[in-house]
């Protein structure tokens, strides 16, 4: 039966995705079926119940929007002029905590969706977003960053629709809708 469901994961799953686990910071990357793979070794150890559910519908509820109050907390916890990664993961899991982006939205966070095999993306900007800031940088030097990271998934979608006739696969939206939450928060905070 597990293994039906993890087969049914697989066939529902269309398009490319480079994948990394989160659980508050970046552990190594794996690839989706690894991941599904681990997922269904837990499950028939039965040391899990993993719910897996589309990722494009994980995003935080509403009446869990960052408030004025909860973005004053978060200011007086963190100098976002000077944050190293590992204060950007704790920012990051404060505002999962407080339901803001959920823990699909960090998981997605250094995922990148690939083009269909045999497509080749042309864009205006087919220049790479800038490096992750390494370090330290300021919050808006990672909201710029994720800024251009969902612009450039959003041109690619654009144009494989545009080349194909047909919409991007659906990792492109589950990566876009991530990382525009993502940067709506971190805009939120500036």
Not at 95 to 122: H, K, N, W
Not at 176 to 181: D, F, P, T, Y
Request: with cysteine; hydrophobic share 30%.
């Amino acid at each position: 039966m597990v293994s039906n469901r993890i087969s049914s994961l697989q066939s529902n799953f269309t398009g490319n995705l480079n994948y990394h686990s989160w659980s508050g910071n970046v552990k190594s990357s794996t690839s989706f079926d690894d991941t599904l793979q681990e997922a269904s070794q837990s499950l028939k150890n039965n040391l899990d119940t993993i719910q897996l559910s589309p990722l494009g519908s994980q995003g935080p509820e509403e009446d869990n929007a960052l408030t004025d109050v909860r973005e004053q907390d978060l200011q007086k916890k963190y100098d976002f002029t000077n944050l190293s990664n590992s204060d950007f993961q704790s920012v990051l899991s404060d505002l999962v905590d407080m339901g803001v982006l959920s823990s699909q939205d960090c998981g997605m966070m250094y995922a990148r969706p690939t083009p269909p095999e045999g497509m080749v993306i042309v864009t205006s900007s087919s220049t790479p977003p800038s490096h992750f800031p390494s370090g330290s940088g300021s919050l808006k030097s990672y909201a710029d960053y994720f800024q251009q990271v969902l612009s450039q998934e959003e041109q690619e979608a654009d144009f494989i629709k545009e080349k194909s006739g047909a919409d991007a696969p659906s990792v492109f939206s589950d990566c876009i809708a991530a990382h525009r939450r993502i940067v709506n928060a971190l805009n939120k905070l500036l």
